[in-house]
């Protein structure tokens, strides 16, 4: 099982949301069972944050292999789908981070506008680091709020074929391309969204 540590190297850096990440994977490992080798556990994510860096490492779900769902609700809201058990558990982050300080506040203020000084940099870390140990500290009753649900896994991943952008000339999935004005075209190219 990767600890703590491993997390952080393959995040980058530690911080409070790559704990809470942490702490909902071992969550879900501990309830549903070890580590799968391939696509047996499915994480259905509601946000993009550090948080599911940590899920990713703990659990080998990932978007690659299709078992890495994400969704985009800005929740701190994770499923998971154990598909031998048939089993699903909806983890949600309750944790209460305990009041800023005044001048914490004011520091993140003044950080979120690009002030990286030494004394509002300082302040912010200190901050990050006290709420990075409170979470890897707390009971899990203090930290996540957990309930059975009942819910049919994602569907595995399906490989389909690529066909080939008559415009652009890039790959794109088969189920992703379009027909415009008689040619096959990838999502962009069909004025459907840019990258």
Not at 97 to 110: G, K, L, N, Q, Y
Not at 112 to 138: E, F, H, M, W, Y
Not at 170 to 179: D, F, L
Request: proline share 8%; charged share 25%.
């Amino acid at each position: 099982m990767p600890d703590f540590d491993e997390v952080v190297r393959f995040h980058g850096h530690a911080c409070p949301g790559l704990a809470l990440g942490f702490r909902v994977g071992l969550l879900a490992l501990g309830r549903l069972g070890p580590r799968p080798r391939d696509e047996e556990l499915v994480a259905v994510v509601e946000n993009n944050s550090c948080a599911v860096d940590a899920i990713q490492v703990l659990t080998g779900c990932t978007f690659g292999k299709g078992n890495l769902i994400f969704r985009d609700l800005g929740k701190q809201v994770y499923t998971f789908f154990s598909r031998p058990q048939g089993e699903a558990l909806r983890i949600v982050v309750s944790w209460q981070p305990p009041p800023e300080s005044a001048a914490e506040t004011e520091a993140w203020v003044r950080y979120a506008a690009g002030d990286r000084s030494p004394a509002v940099t300082d302040l912010v870390q200190q901050r990050k680091s006290r709420k990075l140990a409170a979470i890897l500290a707390a009971s899990e009753a203090e930290l996540l709020t957990v309930r059975t649900v009942v819910a049919d896994p994602p569907p595995p991943a399906v490989i389909l074929p690529s066909r080939t952008c008559q415009r652009c000339g890039e790959q794109v999935m088969e189920t992703r391309a379009r027909v415009r004005e008689g040619r096959i075209v990838c999502i962009p190219c069909a004025g459907e969204g840019r990258p």
